[in-house]
């Protein structure tokens, strides 16, 4: 199973040429996440061919009016990865996030019931 995710930017899944265009311009104050690997829609495209299951998520400030699960659901089953939940959007308190209140508690509901879609069996971690 691949669970692929990536923030949305520019209303849709950021390619690295948005992403190198992001860490020249962030503000060192409220510096983003870790930019030094290759973006998602790069990892996707290189993707070899298989068979499996896959499920996608985003994150988002919460007026966004397009997103970046469709693409990953695309990219994924272009690979051969079908889809077995129903992409899941995470909004975040700022720029960069952190999650908004509430939005960790749905991404760990949402990793149980993709366990459950896969017949495993999870124990909840207290954090």
């Not at 051969?80 to 508690?105: H, M, N, S, T």
Request: charged share 20%; glycine share 12%; no cysteine.
């Amino acid at each position: 199973m691949i669970v692929a995710g990536a923030p949305v930017m520019a209303f849709g899944l950021p390619g690295d040429r948005a992403l190198a265009e992001l860490e020249k311009t962030a503000d060192t104050a409220q510096r983003p996440p870790d930019l030094s690997h290759p973006s998602l829609r790069t990892w996707l495209a290189g993707l070899p061919a298989g068979r499996g299951v896959a499920a996608a998520f985003e994150t988002r400030i919460w007026w966004s009016p397009r997103g970046a699960t469709g693409t990953i659901e695309r990219e994924l089953a272009k690979a051969g990865y079908r889809p077995i939940a129903k992409g899941q959007r995470f909004v975040v308190a700022g720029q960069y996030g952190p999650l908004r209140e509430g939005e960790l508690d749905k991404a760990r509901q949402w990793g149980r019931e993709l366990a459950a879609a896969l017949g495993v069996s999870v124990t909840p971690v207290m954090t």
